[in-house]
């Protein structure tokens, strides 16, 4: 083991090391299996030893921040760590976990090109795309994304880029400035080929969006073709300002025929357009999207908690009696606990569920590319579709909120470059609006377990996650999970049935069904999305306990026991409102089993913050090095801007001094 | 009133104006008053008029932002806004409020001198500091406040550096690296002068923390005096890192005896120390930074609600029927308004808390300088101090909060620099931690709270913000507001009365005082102190309401209203746990109210907005400009950055070539 997994560092993190009851790098192995560490330690000593990837807590300009993450993505490639991207999906995921903890820009600078736009053409494209594929998979060219645009985002239904057949050719235009495409990474410098979407008009017809797989740039002067301009969006925040978002507008550029990703569609020479199933177009692109987002959500819970954790042991402030040797850590306050715990808990909720929803969603890729045509993919593809348009939401917010809440958690000194917990907040903040916004994308949930109850028949589904539909839900005994478990199906229930209810009333009142829906959203429908997710996230997790070792039940026992608590409690309101308990019991037995799970945890966080830890030159961070030394490191970090003269010291010093001479 | 106040521009918000069932420019006058307006009027004619303040949408680098931010604040001071600091405590308040909404850099490289630096050595030094009062008013030299450590921020009493009296004069040094002075705005590169807080050691003996007004650096040459190491801690996120935030240590530096800010104590010529009232200095500071955090809250929640506001009736997604035309403003969707409007409503709220509390704590103050030592004062100085410490978290929470939100509500383009949302939450995220960690001053409110009622006497206060208590608190009929008051009366009766029984438990079983707190802080203490604190935000804005001339009067009760029920409804859980309320419908009626409320406010909406927005240069954000073209002003700043072909792209075509030849 020792092999596989190196020894931590001794120092001030050693006696809360020393209090875990289980083995640390033997829970490392359980989770991650020693294939990914492996592979893992590979890229990682590989990324260690390269000095293109050394770093430290100064911010690169917008300039500076681009090139160097064009040297690391040319890096990544160079050093293969992944011969095919599609072909070893396992290995594909540990490496864009570790370029994203590493850093997003490059993550996006790597992902979009290998994976989003390379699978745009995969799924949408056919045979005569082939070549282009074999280029975006040898590196020839760059690829990105062109779907959003200035006015449209949620709603890609309604982008207005048109691409009018004529004469054999498509000519896209880009009609008014909303249109205009943005928000493509890799676009603003890097791209010469994007997927574009458009809308198609042939013979004067508006057939609605299709996508393209268009040249955008010569590459051999990176000047943009005929036609097209090219910009960049201006600064953004965090590592993002690393990454190229680019705006992209069309005048009577001219394309070839077979730019046109015809699966399912096709427009002849002669100008026969050939119709097609466009919409499952749209609903595969949502799913890669959110797929990533348990992924994000998870990364960004474990970084959170990592840091703040072991600072909450490093730091030590306030303590029974006077004199600074009697001070106690803060990891041993309670609020503390509470307030990162939860944290750690979703760390590895999110971890586990993300595992078992890539397991189903790569069994269902396969039947669909396998050309399966039955009920029950069908059924499974509604499935898919409702499970991931929750999750994204989910643990983009629970990922961002853990940044923030740690953030806080380290005090003043958590707000510096030098801790990174601020900057990796402004990191994973887009995931909550990128690849779908939020609040839209739970529509799609609620939408889908209202009418799937409407339509009366088996409430039961392919992967099982609407199962505990076919009970009602109802106060029960027993351990923690099962009695919150039982109260979530309780509140699906009456989410669902709420939801309907409100549905009646404004239908009664004659409220279109666009309206019906908005109407209904608020501590409705948007809560029934979230809780049917919650549900599915504690499910797989406690499976996943139920069929861990002896060694390791208690512990993870524990964690998926805080989860379920942290996450009810935050439903007591609508659990009450709705008559699921009355009286104190259920909300008190809720709160204190909590807080003294959190208490039952605390010998063992420091040791599942190491389990999940990203090794110290990843992580980047002077507050959550894994030898606890936080002072020394920030200390550091000051000493490099000792003395250091402002340049515009003279003019200042002449201004005080005119200042004392015009008293006179 | 044209005059007073500019009209706005025609475009798309005009439709949105339209509806307003008030006048705004009116409003704003009883609002803010013609003196302010007037004075502010003048502050933005000058700033907008001097280049220097000009700027656009890119991030300089740290050093050009720390010229700049030096060359803005010689601006200040030039244009002489403020004659005396404290004599002007109004237009004070009305120039901090500008400088920190144009830029929090700014407002703090002014601040920290003119306020921080000078009103430390007005309270806590003496007849003998006369001249450096002098110079600091005179702006010959430069500031900084020097408490914090490495390893101390919340707990003061154990800070380590060391002045220790020697032959007539103070030797200072740093025992430790945690004992290194940090966090001090201003001191990286500006300061000459610093308030230094240090153990005061005579004769072997420590007599704690004292204060004093030591000089740093050579103004001549800006070079740190002989025995004084000064450095910056790094770069850091928004735009603090305009803010020379910086380090000290001390190394057998000797400052004169007059140095010791000796107000209530002192040390002779001969080595001989006097006592003094230590505790009372260190709550003044408190109180200092408490002052502020009302004022930076309802401005993070009047940025986030001018942007958001606006911008969500500029952009229109979805519809009922398809096509680009018949999509509606987002600012119509029940689910955008519940996250907006209760934002807009805080603003408004904490605003005129703010208002009161200075009011307050001006009359205060002046009781406190002119020596009156009576038991009222002392229940009043309780009083300060118990509502401070539960201001600052409140609206630096909500505050932080807010502009989160307001982010996500924009959609992707709200993540741009040029939207600012992300960057001013980046901004505002340190008021959470800084002048005191929330969760920590909390304590304070909850402990004066419950001492209060264990001392039997008088439920009531000077100012009378515990006066309720003297009701039980009940489930009662009447206006919103009237319920949600009567809803709050219990809520703190019951989380007294919970408090004092968790104490007698964790007595019982033998816990220090010190675990008795804290171990009864989470769901208990804790929300005690936010009970209390939202309770007087609401009654004294339900106050001005109540004072309002009619014209205003429905407007201003709906946003109240909002507030109220916003609030409550947070606590909805509690008060179920608790008995308050059993069955749906207190929860019901808190929710569908809110709904309710926030559907009906919406037509004054963008008026309401327009009262409290600061003008279009101060406010800097493409989606928030109140002519209501955002989509122009995103495009503006797109197309700055037009066809820029990145510097390496030469190595990136290379790279390609290389790519393609090697298949070959």
Chains 1, 2 share one sequence.
Not at 98 to 105: R, V
Not at 278 to 301: D, F, K, P, T
Not at 632 to 639: D, P, S
Request: net charge negative.
């Amino acid at each position: 083991m020792s092999d596989l997994i190196a020894d931590l560092p001794k120092g001030p993190l050693t006696p809360f090391r020393e209090t875990a009851t289980f083995d640390w790098k033997a829970l490392k192995v359980h989770l991650e299996g020693e294939e990914s560490i492996k592979f893992k330690n590979e890229v990682y000593a590989v990324l260690s030893r390269d000095p293109i990837f050394a770093r430290d807590f100064s911010r690169p300009s917008t300039d500076e921040y681009r090139e160097i993450n064009h040297k690391r993505w040319k890096a990544v490639l160079e050093h293969q760590f992944i011969d095919d991207f599609f072909a070893e999906l396992e290995r594909t995921q540990d490496l864009l976990e570790i370029l994203e903890t590493y850093d997003q820009g490059l993550s996006g600078r790597y992902a979009l090109h290998a994976n989003v736009f390379f699978s745009a053409i995969l799924t949408i494209g056919t045979e005569r795309h082939a070549e282009i594929l074999e280029k975006t998979r040898n590196n020839e060219i760059v690829g990105c994304f062109c779907l959003t645009e200035v006015s449209h985002g949620s709603n890609t239904a309604e982008i207005g880029t048109l691409a009018t057949f004529d004469k054999g050719e498509f000519v896209f235009t880009t009609p008014h400035d909303g249109a205009i495409k943005c928000w493509a990474g890799n676009l603003a410098q890097s791209a010469t080929h994007a997927v574009v979407f458009a809308r198609l008009i042939v013979g004067g017809k508006d057939h609605g969006p299709h996508a393209f797989a268009l040249q955008v740039r010569d590459p051999n002067n990176y000047r943009s073709l005929p036609g097209i301009t090219i910009g960049d969006m201006g600064t953004k925040p965090g590592v993002w300002d690393g990454v190229e978002n680019g705006w992209m507008s069309f005048s009577n550029h001219r394309a070839p025929l077979w730019t046109l990703l015809n699966k399912g569609c096709d427009v002849t020479e002669s100008g026969e357009y050939k119709s097609a199933y466009s919409s499952s177009r749209e609903r595969q692109s949502v799913s890669l999207g959110s797929l990533s987002a348990g992924r994000i959500g998870a990364n960004a819970c474990r970084l959170a908690a990592t840091i703040a954790i072991r600072y909450s042991c490093a730091r030590h402030q306030f303590g029974e009696k006077p004199g600074s040797d009697n001070e106690r850590a803060v990891i041993t306050y309670p609020l503390q606990r509470h307030r990162l715990f939860p944290i750690l808990a979703q760390a590895y909720v999110i971890r586990l569920y993300q595992s078992k929803l890539m397991n189903h969603f790569r069994e269902y890729m396969m039947r669909m590319v396998g050309g399966e045509k039955s009920p029950e993919l069908a059924e499974l593809s509604k499935e898919v579709h409702g499970l991931s348009s929750c999750t994204k939401p989910l643990a983009t917010w629970m990922g961002v909120a853990a940044l923030g809440e740690a953030r806080t958690c380290c005090g003043g000194h958590g707000f510096l470059q030098s801790s990174r917990l601020n900057n990796l907040r402004d990191d994973f903040d887009p995931s909550q609006t990128f690849e779908g916004e939020n609040n839209v994308l739970l529509q799609q949930t609620s939408n889908w377990l209202v009418a799937k109850k409407a339509a009366g028949g088996d409430l039961k589904s392919p992967m099982g996650t609407t199962d505990f539909l076919v009970d009602g839900g109802a106060l029960v005994d027993g351990p923690v999970v099962r009695r919150v478990l039982g109260a979530y199906t309780w509140l699906v229930h009456h989410l669902i049935a709420k939801t309907e209810m409100r549905h009646k009333e404004l239908k009664a009142q004659g409220k279109s069904s666009f309206d019906v829906k908005n109407e209904s959203q608020i501590y409705t429908a948007h809560t029934l999305s979230i809780a049917y997710g919650e549900r599915v996230m504690l499910s797989w997790a406690q499976a996943f306990v139920d069929d861990a070792p002896i060694a390791f039940k208690s512990v993870l026992q524990r964690l998926v026991n805080i989860f379920a608590l942290d996450r009810i409690e935050k439903h007591l309101s609508t659990l009450y409102i709705g008559g699921f308990c009355s009286g104190g019991s259920f909300g008190e037995w809720v709160r204190n089993t909590l807080i003294d799970e959190e208490t039952l945890l605390a010998p063992d966080a420091i040791s599942l913050v190491d389990v999940i830890a990203p090794p110290d030159f990843v992580l980047n961070s002077a507050l959550g090095s894994s030898d606890g030394r936080a002072y020394e490191h920030l200390m550091a970090e000051f000493r490099r801007h000792t003395d250091k003269r402002t340049p515009f010291w003279g003019d200042l010093a002449t201004f005080l001094h005119h200042k004392q001479q015009s008293k006179l």
